[in-house]
Nanobody, 125 residues
Framework: VQLQASGGGLVQPGNSLRLSCAVAGRTLSTVDVGWFRQGPGKEREFVAA???????HYTDSTKGRLTVSRDNAKNTVFLQMNSLRPEDTAVYYC????????????????????WGQGTLVTVSS
């Protein structure tokens, strides 16, 4: 399974950005996909996830500003990010697993088997 994250860039505070994660080698409807990010000098952290059954989950710090969705026909997962803040600056990674994860396991990066290369999001004026 290969994942390709894209859509990052430089954006001003308050603006929006949409990241994409193209999944190859596995039908998207058979995997759970998570988004993680690693800011400068920080540990990588969970951001959001979409489960194959359709449920979505978010970390508290991004809930309401970020929306994760999937297009099974395009085998692509999206992360819509609104009202971006400087503290959202990070490399964003998408990850996938064939294992059906329970909700409490979505946040643990060790539960994901496949990772994309990351895409850099910089929020700055």
């Amino acid at each position: 399974v290969q994942l390709q994250a894209s859509g990052g860039g430089l954006v001003q505070p308050g603006n929006s950005l949409r990241l994409s994660c193209a999944v190859a080698g596995r039908t998207l409807s058979t995997v759970d996909v998570g988004w993680f990010r690693q800011g400068p000098g920080k540990e990588r952290e969970f951001v959001a996830a979409t489960r194959r059954g359709g449920g979505t989950h978010y970390t508290d710090s991004t809930k309401g500003r970020l929306t994760v969705s999937r297009d099974n026909a395009k085998n692509t997962v999206f992360l819509q990010m609104n009202s971006l803040r400087p503290e959202d600056t990070a490399v964003y990674y998408c990850a996938a697993t064939q294992t059906r994860l329970i909700v409490s396991s979505l946040k643990n990066e060790d539960n994901y088997d496949y990772w994309g290369q990351g895409t850099l999001v910089t929020v700055s004026s």
